[in-house]
């Protein structure tokens, strides 16, 4: 897989030299931030046989919440508030994944709608603005030659890596995925760490949705749309399986670094979004396949 | 034995087939005449199930010759056994549930109004769906949805199906399992109209008086190979049992031999609708416990129930005299009782961790320090087990599921080693194992209960539950039919009871 | 493992190398402008508004414009990339046009202006999707010292060098006095205003309602609602709207998407001709209704226009000269009496024309 996402940086960088400049990779890395996130988040929720639809609503609801409480309350209750609403988001589908026994899939799937509901409703449907100008540094800003976001996402990665490497949570996380029934009969509580686990995804989306709202200054009902789908299809490119068990931080962040190379490369190039959409689904499907008839052949 | 002259309409003969690490059948015969029925008989493990598989086209052979009519034929899949005349009707049927009758008997072979459009002529399919259903004078409406349909009337339509392929030989797989007698009583005229039209029918069960009812041949399998063809007419149930069983039990289980201790384990009055009717018992240190039964006699679900995995509807366990609540897997755990799964597969490995992942999951909290896992003490950890159980794999990172049948089950058993329990239940823990590791698996239960675990064995293998246990429970239907103790305890006064019910 | 790793390779860089010589697709997309807050009066009162503005001489050299705008897939888009991409043909100038698929994917049209500040473009024409959340965008190009042109949707950054844009204002006032007119001063109408947040939508919206309630009092506005800009939306409301209110004698539209919605439920209930519409653009459909009277006006932006005086703007900065701060480009009421007679050269791409594929 690295040796994949060189082959793609040259390419890339032989049509449009400025691929290479420090403004590009820093431009690259910065977008590339917010979808990692998510993809952390996603690579629990799939890590542990389940899935997460509702991250990209949460971008939004997340993004109204921390602009409206950051407009009364201030820059750090904010951005607090944001992260919080991500985390309540998670608790509720952890809920009704864990308690109420309702399928990931569905509950992921209810909460993306009514969360993009609420971000819509909460602001009724408008922007808010009028955010303090500081903040505009968590999403726009430097440390040294690293874009903010991006040293935010390379802490979040390091994070989780020793979450599921090195954690009692990160190993049940891996053996629900793997066999849930067996997990069970081993004594884990699956429902304490699987309401854990969407709790964890929707962290990482406030997270994520606060930095979103720090780059456009402003609070917006409808950001991340289809987001969902990309955190998925960076999980399963990296070669996480979709039914669970397999994969983690590492194939997690080779699939994000082939995402955003692939979008930043494509828009250097001047290729519309749309094509960019049938590329990636192509990518998606092939990466799987790969994978699969791999496995068929044991 | 002669029967009568009628050519035979299949011949089997020297069928092999193995497994890894098993050989299930080892130069089988089998000779099915037109017309008659032909019961299959043996213990679990005899190798029924893998004969009929072979003959419907699911397995290939690694040796021996299968005819039809005399002519040798190959199966290389169900749909050239359908070809051949050859249905089978499992236990677990394969009709569509949302369907109807009649588009389940014709299901791919639809009558078809206009050929190009694949437009199906429904007239025509009820109407030679009656025909089917009224030559077996079967009451049952051809456009009814078969979900609706009772266990009984679904079968009926599993067999009308196979009469509309023109089946000549029909292999039933334990037919009565779930039928009530009266619905057992339809069968058997059905049967019996089957043998009218010279319809042949295999048919496996355990239940032999109603081999003796309905049956004309037996055949009998014992460890995978051929013992003998009976006339049923003149076999009584005794020589049918005998013949099932006789086998040298000598020097394959390395029993020790241990002054049971205290009570660790007494369970009084388990009860839950439908599944366990009070059932009671109890274990004492040093003990290995027995319990033997047939397929249904929810000896599983009985483990379970002690292990917390299931809900009980009334019924006290007791530890240590001690009256405890467990209601869920961890709440066994912390009471040190390990459950060693029937389904190694589904329960009990976990196929993409590690050796060492699997080996330490269930004591997993022993590694924890500060919140983070302590690797160099589970490697060390998992290595003395793999190297005390003698774990056949490269090393500790190798994903369970690349282990054999074998290796896994060690690895499990491993699992509830590190949990330091004391009282273990082992449901069926050397199916599918080679005799190499079961041997092993012997002799660290033997190890256990010498220095003091209590251990409950469940085992559809007579030879094991009489080589390894103290005492014997025999369960059946839910409830404990009979107990013997090692010295009284023979095969045939166990399957007996478990058979009829008989104590 | 390797053996997947290079298969995987494989075919990612075999896909990647693929689509670089394909063309564009369509689809349908949603018109929403999520939030620009509207731009302040002030700059409009202080400078008189320029209104035309002629094509500078060629320059010396070849200069590169990077232009991002919402989306294109509607004709009103199609026809300001025209106007981009035809005028700077005229005047030597290299383009390249970025979409972000649709006015729900701003942070997609912010990575789309790094991306162009990182090609070291002259200078950037920004469509905004989004008032407030473009302004990082802007401020980071003009640090980098590329001029940032905004054109149709305004951004709230003050660090933009023109404003090019339709006056909304007078838009709702245009629509305001052909309803109250034809309906001799007496009727009751219902609105269709448009994608919620959006500034024209809210512009135009108010102006309208203003303009009434001043010049014709006895014209009651019954209800009004907001949507996306499609004609399936429009359809919908419109229907509510004749079940709730079968007085209706007019219909206001914010733009004309929703338009052509609102005539086929209007004609469907057979109540076509007897019930005034009046919309805002000229998509085919739009002009169709027109000259069929079921549509009774609509007021021509001229958005080839537009895009045409974004890279004259451009171009005369760059060469140094003066730019006006806000430029407002005309407006034309097309109803059935004249529609036969309009010049669409400003309103719309040549047939046939389509965007560059690559």
Redesign the interface.
Same mark, same amino acid.
């Given at each position: 897989m690295p040796a994949v996402i060189v082959a793609l940086a040259v390419v890339f960088g032989s049509i449009n030299p400025n691929f290479w400049s420090a403004t590009n990779l820093a431009n690259v890395s910065r977008q590339m931030s917010i979808l990692a996130l998510l993809a952390l988040g996603q690579t629990f929720a799939i890590l542990s046989g389940g899935i997460d639809l509702s991250v990209g609503s949460m971008l939004a609801l997340v993004s109204v919440v921390c602009a409206q409480q950051m407009k009364v309350y201030g820059l750090a209750a904010g951005i607090a508030a944001g992260v919080l609403a991500g985390g309540l988001a998670g608790l509720a589908n952890g809920l009704i994944i864990a308690k109420a026994r309702v399928p990931p899939f569905i509950a992921t799937l209810g909460m993306l709608v009514a969360a993009r509901g609420a971000a819509l409703t909460l602001s009724g449907g408008l922007p808010i603005a009028g955010l303090p100008r500081q903040f505009l540094t968590l999403g726009a800003g430097y440390i040294g030659p690293f874009p903010i976001p991006t040293v935010i996402a390379v802490a979040a990665f390091a994070l989780a890596h020793v979450i599921l490497s090195r954690t009692l949570f990160g190993r049940y996380v891996y053996a629900m995925g793997s066999n849930e029934e067996a997990a069970v009969l081993s004594g884990i509580n699956v429902a304490n760490y699987k309401m854990l686990v969407y709790v964890t995804s929707g962290l990482f989306a406030g997270l994520a949705g606060v930095i979103l709202t720090a780059r456009v200054i402003s609070g917006q009902p409808t950001l991340g749309e289809v987001q969902e789908l990309y955190s998925i299809a960076a999980v399963v490119i990296g070669g996480g399986r979709i039914s669970g068990g397999v994969g983690g931080v590492g194939t997690t962040l080779m699939g994000v670094l082939v995402l955003g190379i692939l979008g930043n490369g494509l828009n250097l190039v001047q290729v519309s979004s749309y094509i960019q959409n049938i590329v990636i689904g192509a990518i998606i499907v092939g990466a799987v396949w790969i994978d699969l008839a791999r496995e068929r052949r044991r | 034995m002669d029967i009568g002259r009628e050519a035979p309409i299949l011949q089997a003969e020297g069928i092999v087939k193995r497994f890894p690490g098993v050989v299930a059948l080892n130069g089988v015969s089998l000779e099915i005449r037109a017309g008659e029925t032909h019961a299959l008989l043996g213990e679990n493990g005899a190798g029924k199930s893998t004969l009929i598989k072979t003959i419907a086209g699911v397995y290939h052979p690694d040796a021996g010759e299968i005819r039809i009519d005399g002519r040798p034929a190959r199966i290389r899949n169900p749909h050239d056994a359908q070809v051949l005349g050859i249905s089978t009707i499992y236990q677990e049927f394969t009709l569509a549930p949302d369907m109807s009758v009649a588009e389940n008997i014709f299901l791919g072979r639809e009558p078809l109004r206009i050929r190009a459009l694949s437009i199906v002529d429904r007239r025509a399919l009820v109407e030679r769906t009656r025909e089917v259903l009224a030559s077996l004078d079967l009451q049952i409406d051809p456009e009814a949805t078969v979900r609706h349909l009772g266990v009984a009337q679904q079968q009926m339509v599993e067999i009308a199906k196979a009469l509309s392929l023109d089946a000549r030989l029909i292999i039933m797989d334990e037919p009565t399992a779930t039928l009530t007698s009266h619905e057992i009583d339809r069968l058997f005229q059905t049967i019996g109209r089957l043998k009218q039209r010279g319809v042949a029918i295999v048919y496996v069960s355990h239940r032999l008086e109603e081999v003796k009812g309905i049956a004309d041949r037996a055949t009998i399998l014992r460890d995978g190979a051929y013992v003998a063809t009976v006339a049923v007419a003149s076999t009584t149930i005794d020589e049918m049992i005998r013949l099932m069983v006789g086998r040298d039990l000598k020097d394959k289980f390395p029993k020790v031999n241990v002054e049971p201790g205290d009570e660790v384990l007494r369970v009084e009055g388990l009860t839950r609708k439908g599944i366990l009717r009070g059932v009671s018992f109890r274990v004492r240190r040093g003990e290995i416990v027995g319990i033997a039964g047939l397929v249904g006699a929810r000896r599983t679900e009985t483990a379970r129930a002690i !292990?917390g995995?299931d809900p009980l509807d009334s019924g006290r366990i007791f530890l240590h005299g001690k009256p405890v609540l467990v209601r869920?897997? #961890?709440d #066994?755990?912390a009471n040190r009782i390990a %459950?060693v799964?029937e389904d190694r597969k /589904?329960?009990?490995? !976990?196929?993409?961790?590690s050796v060492r992942?699997n080996v330490v999951?269930?004591g %997993? /909290?022993q590694f924890?320090r500060k919140?983070? %896992?302590d %690797?160099r003490g589970e490697r060390r950890r998992a290595q003395e087990f793999v190297s005390s159980l003698r774990v056949a794999t490269p090393d500790l990172e190798k994903w369970a599921r690349d282990l054999s049948g074998g290796n896994q089950q060690k690895v499990v058993i491993a699992?509830w080693l590190n949990?330091n329990a004391e009282l273990f239940l082992f449901d069926e823990p050397t199916r599918g194992i080679d005799v190499g590791a079961k041997i092993e698996v012997y002799r660290l239960m033997g190890e256990l209960v010498s220095r003091g675990a209590a251990i409950v064995m469940i085992s559809s293998e007579l030879p094991e539950i009489l080589g390894m246990s103290d005492r014997i429970l025999v369960m059946r239907d839910g409830r404990i039919c009979g107990e013997f103790a090692r010295a009284d305890a023979t095969e045939e006064n166990i399957l007996n009871c478990a058979l009829r019910g008989a104590a | 493992m390797k053996e997947r790793i290079e298969r995987r390779g494989a075919l990612i860089a075999l896909a990647a190398v693929v689509i670089l010589g394909c063309g564009r697709g369509t689809q349908p997309s949603q018109d929403v402008s999520p939030g620009v807050t509207p731009v302040p009066s002030a700059d409009v009162a202080a400078t008189a508004a320029v209104t035309e503005y002629a094509r500078p001489a060629k320059p010396s050299r070849q200069y590169r414009i990077g232009v991002a705008i919402p989306h294109l897939s509607n004709p009103h888009y199609v026809g300001q990339a025209y106007g981009y991409i035809d005028e700077a043909q005229a005047l030597g100038a290299q383009v390249t046009l970025l979409e972000a698929g649709g006015y729900q994917y701003l942070d997609k049209q912010v990575a789309q202006v790094e991306d162009l500040i990182a090609s070291k473009v002259d200078a950037i024409i920004l469509a905004a999707i989004s008032g407030p959340g473009t302004v990082s965008a802007v401020e980071e190009a003009v640090a980098a010292g590329i001029p940032v042109i905004n054109v149709n949707v305004m951004t709230d950054s003050d660090q933009v060098v023109a404003r090019i844009r339709s006056d909304d204002d007078v838009i709702g006032r245009m629509q305001a006095d052909f309803m109250g007119d034809r309906l001799k001063g007496a009727g009751n109408v219902v609105m269709l205003r448009g994608a919620p947040g959006t500034s024209w939508a809210e512009i135009r919206g108010n102006a309208f309602r203003k303009q009434l309630a001043a010049k014709y009092p006895s014209v009651k506005i019954l209800g009004e609602q907001y949507s996306q800009s499609t004609p399936a939306d429009g359809l919908r409301l419109m229907e509510d709207f004749l079940q709730t209110f079968p007085q209706i004698t007019g219909v206001y539209n914010g733009a004309d998407s929703t338009a052509v919605g609102a005539a086929q439920a209007i004609a469907s209930a057979g109540k076509a001709g007897s019930i005034v519409i009046t919309a805002t653009d000229f998509q085919p459909d739009t002009e169709k209704f027109i000259r069929e009277g079921v549509i009774t006006a609509s007021v021509l932006q001229q958005t080839v226009t537009m895009g045409r005086w974004g890279v004259r703007a451009a171009i005369n900065h760059l060469e140094k000269k003066q730019v006006p701060p806000v430029l407002f480009t005309g407006l034309v009421l097309a109803t059935k009496e004249n529609v036969g007679t309009l010049d669409l050269s400003t309103v719309r791409a040549p047939d046939g024309w389509k965007p560059p594929s690559r």
């Amino acid at each position: 897989m690295p040796a994949v996402i060189v082959a793609l940086a040259v390419v890339f960088g032989s049509i449009n030299p400025n691929f290479w400049s420090a403004t590009n990779l820093a431009n690259v890395s910065r977008q590339m931030s917010i979808l990692a996130l998510l993809a952390l988040g996603q690579t629990f929720a799939i890590l542990s046989g389940g899935i997460d639809l509702s991250v990209g609503s949460m971008l939004a609801l997340v993004s109204v919440v921390c602009a409206q409480q950051m407009k009364v309350y201030g820059l750090a209750a904010g951005i607090a508030a944001g992260v919080l609403a991500g985390g309540l988001a998670g608790l509720a589908n952890g809920l009704i994944i864990a308690k109420a026994r309702v399928p990931p899939f569905i509950a992921t799937l209810g909460m993306l709608v009514a969360a993009r509901g609420a971000a819509l409703t909460l602001s009724g449907g408008l922007p808010i603005a009028g955010l303090p100008r500081q903040f505009l540094t968590l999403g726009a800003g430097y440390i040294g030659p690293f874009p903010i976001p991006t040293v935010i996402a390379v802490a979040a990665f390091a994070l989780a890596h020793v979450i599921l490497s090195r954690t009692l949570f990160g190993r049940y996380v891996y053996a629900m995925g793997s066999n849930e029934e067996a997990a069970v009969l081993s004594g884990i509580n699956v429902a304490n760490y699987k309401m854990l686990v969407y709790v964890t995804s929707g962290l990482f989306a406030g997270l994520a949705g606060v930095i979103l709202t720090a780059r456009v200054i402003s609070g917006q009902p409808t950001l991340g749309e289809v987001q969902e789908l990309y955190s998925i299809a960076a999980v399963v490119i990296g070669g996480g399986r979709i039914s669970g068990g397999v994969g983690g931080v590492g194939t997690t962040l080779m699939g994000v670094l082939v995402l955003g190379i692939l979008g930043n490369g494509l828009n250097l190039v001047q290729v519309s979004s749309y094509i960019q959409n049938i590329v990636i689904g192509a990518i998606i499907v092939g990466a799987v396949w790969i994978d699969l008839a791999r496995e068929r052949r044991r | 034995m002669d029967i009568g002259r009628e050519a035979p309409i299949l011949q089997a003969e020297g069928i092999v087939k193995r497994f890894p690490g098993v050989v299930a059948l080892n130069g089988v015969s089998l000779e099915i005449r037109a017309g008659e029925t032909h019961a299959l008989l043996g213990e679990n493990g005899a190798g029924k199930s893998t004969l009929i598989k072979t003959i419907a086209g699911v397995y290939h052979p690694d040796a021996g010759e299968i005819r039809i009519d005399g002519r040798p034929a190959r199966i290389r899949n169900p749909h050239d056994a359908q070809v051949l005349g050859i249905s089978t009707i499992y236990q677990e049927f394969t009709l569509a549930p949302d369907m109807s009758v009649a588009e389940n008997i014709f299901l791919g072979r639809e009558p078809l109004r206009i050929r190009a459009l694949s437009i199906v002529d429904r007239r025509a399919l009820v109407e030679r769906t009656r025909e089917v259903l009224a030559s077996l004078d079967l009451q049952i409406d051809p456009e009814a949805t078969v979900r609706h349909l009772g266990v009984a009337q679904q079968q009926m339509v599993e067999i009308a199906k196979a009469l509309s392929l023109d089946a000549r030989l029909i292999i039933m797989d334990e037919p009565t399992a779930t039928l009530t007698s009266h619905e057992i009583d339809r069968l058997f005229q059905t049967i019996g109209r089957l043998k009218q039209r010279g319809v042949a029918i295999v048919y496996v069960s355990h239940r032999l008086e109603e081999v003796k009812g309905i049956a004309d041949r037996a055949t009998i399998l014992r460890d995978g190979a051929y013992v003998a063809t009976v006339a049923v007419a003149s076999t009584t149930i005794d020589e049918m049992i005998r013949l099932m069983v006789g086998r040298d039990l000598k020097d394959k289980f390395p029993k020790v031999n241990v002054e049971p201790g205290d009570e660790v384990l007494r369970v009084e009055g388990l009860t839950r609708k439908g599944i366990l009717r009070g059932v009671s018992f109890r274990v004492r240190r040093g003990e290995i416990v027995g319990i033997a039964g047939l397929v249904g006699a929810r000896r599983t679900e009985t483990a379970r129930a002690i !292990f917390g995995a299931d809900p009980l509807d009334s019924g006290r366990i007791f530890l240590h005299g001690k009256p405890v609540l467990v209601r869920t897997p #961890a709440d #066994a755990i912390a009471n040190r009782i390990a %459950l060693v799964p029937e389904d190694r597969k /589904r329960h009990g490995i !976990f196929a993409s961790l590690s050796v060492r992942e699997n080996v330490v999951l269930s004591g %997993l /909290r022993q590694f924890s320090r500060k919140g983070l %896992l302590d %690797l160099r003490g589970e490697r060390r950890r998992a290595q003395e087990f793999v190297s005390s159980l003698r774990v056949a794999t490269p090393d500790l990172e190798k994903w369970a599921r690349d282990l054999s049948g074998g290796n896994q089950q060690k690895v499990v058993i491993a699992k509830w080693l590190n949990t330091n329990a004391e009282l273990f239940l082992f449901d069926e823990p050397t199916r599918g194992i080679d005799v190499g590791a079961k041997i092993e698996v012997y002799r660290l239960m033997g190890e256990l209960v010498s220095r003091g675990a209590a251990i409950v064995m469940i085992s559809s293998e007579l030879p094991e539950i009489l080589g390894m246990s103290d005492r014997i429970l025999v369960m059946r239907d839910g409830r404990i039919c009979g107990e013997f103790a090692r010295a009284d305890a023979t095969e045939e006064n166990i399957l007996n009871c478990a058979l009829r019910g008989a104590a | 493992m390797k053996e997947r790793i290079e298969r995987r390779g494989a075919l990612i860089a075999l896909a990647a190398v693929v689509i670089l010589g394909c063309g564009r697709g369509t689809q349908p997309s949603q018109d929403v402008s999520p939030g620009v807050t509207p731009v302040p009066s002030a700059d409009v009162a202080a400078t008189a508004a320029v209104t035309e503005y002629a094509r500078p001489a060629k320059p010396s050299r070849q200069y590169r414009i990077g232009v991002a705008i919402p989306h294109l897939s509607n004709p009103h888009y199609v026809g300001q990339a025209y106007g981009y991409i035809d005028e700077a043909q005229a005047l030597g100038a290299q383009v390249t046009l970025l979409e972000a698929g649709g006015y729900q994917y701003l942070d997609k049209q912010v990575a789309q202006v790094e991306d162009l500040i990182a090609s070291k473009v002259d200078a950037i024409i920004l469509a905004a999707i989004s008032g407030p959340g473009t302004v990082s965008a802007v401020e980071e190009a003009v640090a980098a010292g590329i001029p940032v042109i905004n054109v149709n949707v305004m951004t709230d950054s003050d660090q933009v060098v023109a404003r090019i844009r339709s006056d909304d204002d007078v838009i709702g006032r245009m629509q305001a006095d052909f309803m109250g007119d034809r309906l001799k001063g007496a009727g009751n109408v219902v609105m269709l205003r448009g994608a919620p947040g959006t500034s024209w939508a809210e512009i135009r919206g108010n102006a309208f309602r203003k303009q009434l309630a001043a010049k014709y009092p006895s014209v009651k506005i019954l209800g009004e609602q907001y949507s996306q800009s499609t004609p399936a939306d429009g359809l919908r409301l419109m229907e509510d709207f004749l079940q709730t209110f079968p007085q209706i004698t007019g219909v206001y539209n914010g733009a004309d998407s929703t338009a052509v919605g609102a005539a086929q439920a209007i004609a469907s209930a057979g109540k076509a001709g007897s019930i005034v519409i009046t919309a805002t653009d000229f998509q085919p459909d739009t002009e169709k209704f027109i000259r069929e009277g079921v549509i009774t006006a609509s007021v021509l932006q001229q958005t080839v226009t537009m895009g045409r005086w974004g890279v004259r703007a451009a171009i005369n900065h760059l060469e140094k000269k003066q730019v006006p701060p806000v430029l407002f480009t005309g407006l034309v009421l097309a109803t059935k009496e004249n529609v036969g007679t309009l010049d669409l050269s400003t309103v719309r791409a040549p047939d046939g024309w389509k965007p560059p594929s690559r």
